[in-house]
C-alpha cells in the first residue's frame, strides 16, 4: 500500500519580489508558473556572494535571443546566479512527487531549482540557486564540480543529436557548501522547452488532486503534443499522450544504449514528459563495455545498471500510465499505449545500430551481427567508442591486413570472423567498403564522449580558477564527430586512475 500524499501543495507566503535590475535579458514569458499557485510556490533569492563565470554556452544565448554581449553583463551575472530576481521574471519552484528506486517517495518537488520564466519559449531554470519551498532537508545548494558535469554533459549530449535539456552557463562561488567535504557552490542555468517530469502527474494524482491533473495534462498536450487531440479516438487525448509520451522514452533510451550511456538515477521525478535526458547526476559513459555496470555508487541494488535501462524506462512509464488513469478510466486503452514501448524502443536501437554499423536504414540481417558484436565488446569489456569509432575507419576498406580493430581483441580471431560478417552484410547489400560507409558512420560514432575522468580534468582545473580545460572540452564535445586531431589524447582509453573515480548522488 503506497502512502497516500496529503492534498496540499505548500502554501507560504509570497516572498517579497527580489531586487531586479536590467540585465539585457528578457522579455520574460511567465512560462509553467502561469498555471498558478497549486503548481509552483515563489522562491526569494539566496544570493551568493561575489559569483564568477564558469562556462558559457554563446550559440544557446543567441538562441534564447541574449545580447551578444551577455556574458560582460554583470546585471546578468547577478540574475544567473540567482541573486536577483530577472526584470518582468520570477523564481519559482515546482511540486512533483515521484518514485525512488522502485519505492513512492511521496512529495519532493524543486529543491534546488528554480525558474525564472520563459525566454523565446524556453523554460530557464537554475540549480543551485538555494533553498525553495520543496528543500526539505537539502540546503537547495549544488557544488562546481556537478554543476561542470551537468554543464558539459547537456551540451555533449545534444550535440550528440541525443534529447536533452540544454545548458547556458555556469556560474560558480567562493561560498562554502558542505558534502563529503567542504566544497564550493555553483549555479547551472538549464534551458528546455518544459521540465515537466512523470512524477509531476504522479504527485496530483496520488494527492487526488484530479482537476490539477486534468489542467497539467492539458498544458502539456496544448504546448507539447497538440496532435494529441486530433488523433484518431480524439476523445481520449490523454491516452493518445501517454503513447506519445511513451514513444520518445523509447527513442531516448535507444539514444543512450546507442552510446555507451548510463543515467544513474531513473526515478520517476527524473524522467521528462518530453523524452530529454534531464537532471545529470552520476551518470557515465560507458570505457568498456560492460552491460552491467552501474554507474552510481548509492546505487547499491544495481536496479539503474546500463543495461536495464530500457526496463526502467518501461516500469517508469507504468507509473506515469497509473497516475493519468483518474484521466483515462479504462485499464485497455492505457495498457494498450504502454504496450507500444514494446516495439518503439526495439525499432529505435535497431536504427541507431544500423547507422552505428554503417547503414542508412535497418538491415533485415543486421540484429545478429549487432548481438554477436555487443556479446565479444562485453566479454573483453573492450572500449565502446573506441571500437566503433575504429570500426568506422575500417570500413573505408573493409581489408583484413589492417588490424586496428582486432587488435582491441584478445580473442582475435572472433573479433576477425565478426569483421568478415560485418564485411559480408554489406557486400550482400551492396554497400561494399567504401568511402561513403566509413564517412556515414564517423558521423554516427563519435570520437569523442564526455568519459568520467575528462569530466575529472576540466573539474580539477576549475577548481584552481582554471577554466580553460572545460573550455576545451566544451568546443571538441561540441563537434564530438570531428577529428580535432590537437585533442587526441582525450579520444585514447581511460587511464588507469579512472577506476578510482566515484560518482554517488552527492552533488
Ligand atoms: P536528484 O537526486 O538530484 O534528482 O534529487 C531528488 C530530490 O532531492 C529532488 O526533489 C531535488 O530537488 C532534491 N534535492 C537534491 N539535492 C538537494 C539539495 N542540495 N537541496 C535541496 N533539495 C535537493
Ligand atoms: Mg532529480
Redesign the pocket.
Known amino acids: 500500500m503506497r502512502p497516500m500524499l496529503q492534498a496540499t501543495t505548500p502554501t507560504l507566503p509570497n516572498p517579497a519580489p527580489g531586487p531586479s535590475a536590467h540585465d539585457g535579458a528578457g522579455p520574460w514569458t511567465q512560462g509553467f508558473a502561469a498555471l498558478g499557485p497549486d503548481f509552483t510556490s515563489p522562491v526569494g533569492p539566496s544570493p551568493l556572494p561575489a559569483p564568477y563565470w564558469v562556462g558559457r554556452n554563446d550559440a544557446l544565448a543567441a538562441q534564447l535571443g541574449l545580447p551578444l554581449d551577455w556574458s560582460s553583463s554583470g546585471a546578468l551575472l547577478e540574475t544567473l546566479t540567482g541573486n536577483q530576481w530577472p526584470e518582468g521574471g520570477q523564481q519559482t519552484a515546482s511540486v512533483y512527487s515521484g518514485h ?1 528506486f522502485g519505492v513512492w517517495a511521496g512529495q ?6 528554480c525558474s525564472l520564466g520563459e525566454l523565446a519559449g524556453q523554460e530557464v531554470q537554475l540549480k543551485g540557486a538555494g ?2 519551498p ?3 532537508r ?5 557544488v562546481l564540480r556537478s554543476s561542470i558535469r551537468e554543464f558539459l554533459c547537456s551540451e555533449a549530449m545534444h550535440a550528440l543529436g541525443i534529447p536533452s535539456t540544454r545548458a547556458l552557463c555556469v556560474t560558480g562561488s567562493d561560498a562554502p557548501v558542505w558534502r563529503e567535504e567542504r566544497e564550493t557552490a555553483a549555479v547551472v542555468t538549464r534551458v528546455a522547452p518544459s521540465f515537466v517530469r512523470f512524477g509531476h502527474f504522479e504527485h496530483f494524482s496520488h494527492s487526488g488532486q484530479h482537476a490539477q491533473l486534468r489542467t497539467l495534462a492539458d498544458y502539456v498536450i496544448d504546448h507539447f503534443y497538440p496532435a494529441c487531440r486530433t488523433a484518431e479516438g480524439a476523445d481520449q487525448p490523454y491516452v493518445a499522450l501517454l503513447e506519445a509520451i511513451a514513444g520518445r522514452t523509447a527513442e531516448l533510451v535507444a539514444h543512450w544504449q546507442s552510446v555507451g550511456f548510463c543515467h544513474g ?1 531513473l ?1 520517476t ?2 524522467m521528462s514528459i518530453l523524452g530529454l535526458t534531464l ?1 545529470y ?1 552520476p551518470f557515465q559513459f560507458l570505457d568498456g563495455y560492460q552491460p552491467d555496470h552501474i554507474c552510481n555508487h548509492s546505487d547499491t541494488q544495481g536496479r539503474y545498471a546500463f543495461y536495464k535501462q530500457p526496463n526502467v524506462a518501461y516500469w517508469n512509464l507504468f507509473c506515469l500510465g497509473q497516475a493519468l488513469m483518474p484521466l483515462i478510466g479504462e485499464q485497455e486503452p492505457a495498457i494498450a499505449a504502454l504496450e507500444t514501448f514494446k516495439y518503439r524502443y526495439p525499432k529505435a536501437l535497431a536504427a541507431r545500430m544500423a547507422n552505428k554499423l554503417g547503414f542508412a536504414d535497418p538491415h533485415e540481417n543486421q540484429r545478429t551481427l549487432t548481438e554477436s558484436v555487443l556479446k565479444l565488446l562485453a566479454q573483453e569489456q573492450v572500449d565502446f567508442t573506441i571500437f566503433w569509432r575504429r570500426l568506422s575507419h575500417w570500413a573505408a576498406q573493409m581489408d583484413t591486413a589492417d588490424t586496428a580493430v582486432a587488435d582491441l581483441f584478445l580473442d582475435r580471431e572472433a573479433a576477425t570472423t565478426w569483421l568478415a560478417d560485418f564485411r559480408a552484410l554489406h557486400s550482400a547489400s551492396g554497400t561494399p567498403g567504401g568511402a561513403a560507409v566509413s564517412t556515414r558512420m564517423l558521423r554516427t560514432n563519435p570520437k569523442y564522449v564526455l568519459r568520467n575522468h575528462l569530466g575529472e580534468l576540466a573539474i580539477r582545473a576549475a577548481k584552481n580558477k582554471d577554466f580553460s580545460v572545460l573550455h576545451q572540452l566544451q568546443t571538441v564535445l561540441s563537434d564530438p564527430c570531428a577529428e580535432h586531431p590537437e585533442h587526441d589524447s582525450w579520444a585514447g582509453f581511460a587511464p588507469d586512475w579512472a577506476a578510482s573515480i566515484e560518482i554517488s ?1 552527492s ?1
Not at 519532493?108 to 531549482?113: I, K, V, Y
Not at 537539502?138 to 549544488?142: F, K, L, N, P, V
Request: hydrophobic share 15%; with cysteine; glycine share 20%.
Open positions: 525512488q519532493l518537488g524543486d529543491g534546488r531549482a533553498p525553495t520543496y528543500s526539505r537539502g540546503d537547495g545548494r549544488a538515477v526515478n521525478d527524473n537532471d547526476g548522488c552533488s
